[in-house]
């Protein structure tokens, strides 16, 4: 199984079971399959472009703060995207 001690992998398998996640849970699982499950092994993405990035769970820089509009809302789409995914 890719990436099985990297963080986000139980939060995916939760997503992908169609379990409720938490906030935090959901960028964690959105990190992991973004990063492929850290197949090249659990480094920071670098993408500093993504709404998600300072919430990556491998960023340096990561700092603990609340998330702005935005990107909730970033967040929340992506979410959409991949229930229809995932269930279509």
């Known amino acids: ?7 986000g992998q139980q939060e995916w398998s ?13 960028v964690k699982a959105k990190c992991y399959d ?3 499950g850290y197949v090249d092994g659990a ?3 670098e993408m500093k472009n ?12 990561k ?3 609340a998330m702005s ?3 909730k809302v970033a967040l929340s ?4 995207v991949n229930k229809e995914v995932t269930s279509g």
């Open 77 to 80: 789409n992506l979410h959409k």
């Open 63 to 65: 700092k603990k703060r």
């Open 1 to 7: 199984m890719l990436g099985i001690r990297a963080v």
């Open 43 to 45: 480094v920071d993405c």
């Open 14 to 26: 939760r997503y992908r079971e169609g379990k409720e996640l938490t906030m935090g849970q959901a």
């Open 50 to 61: 993504c709404d998600l990035y300072p919430f990556h769970a491998y960023n340096p820089n």
């Open 69 to 71: 509009d935005a990107q």
């Open 34 to 36: 973004c990063s492929g």
